[in-house]
């Protein structure tokens, strides 16, 4: 986390509110502890700075890359922003995703919410069939800080 934050890389977080968390801070914000429910941004809010983020950035035919740590809404959530580019906003000349890892221990299959492969990803424009592609098969808190530290070179 510290890195990205040293890169300025997005963390984008959606489906918070559906958790433990989620419901502490609506707790709070019902108790007048917490004066603005905006204090945490909202998916849509997550979704719109991720257009704006991934547009700036992928000029140029430069490569971003996407690497997905879990399943779900964490994962599929922000890989939505290129269909959304193109089929949404129609807008061309927006790159797919120059590549994709995921860190997952859900059982891959295609239809798993949690779990699908990413040549299930091609179907809904977010990969192409020539984008290179990852499964790493384990418990993310133990594989991620491992890759990121071999990525990093530390």
Not at 73 to 84: E, K, L, N, Q, S
Request: hydrophobic share 40%; with cysteine.
């Amino acid at each position: 986390m510290y890195a990205a934050m040293e890169k300025n890389l997005p963390m984008v977080v959606p489906g918070w509110e559906d958790s433990t968390m989620g419901n502490m801070f609506a707790g709070h914000v019902i108790t007048g502890d917490i004066k603005n429910v905006h204090t945490v941004r909202t998916g849509i809010e997550y979704m719109t700075m991720l257009a704006e983020w991934y547009t700036e950035n992928a000029k140029d035919d430069s490569t971003i890359g996407f690497f997905q740590i879990g399943g779900g809404i964490a994962g599929d959530f922000p890989i939505c922003v290129v269909p959304m580019l193109h089929q949404d906003l129609q807008r061309d000349g927006v790159p797919v995703w120059g590549y994709f890892c995921q860190i997952s221990d859900s059982t891959t299959s295609y239809g798993s919410y949690s779990g699908a492969v990413p040549n299930e990803k091609i179907t809904w424009g977010k990969l192409e069939a020539t984008t290179p592609k990852f499964i790493v098969e384990s418990d993310a808190s133990i594989v991620a800080p491992l890759m990121f530290a071999y990525i990093l070179g530390w």
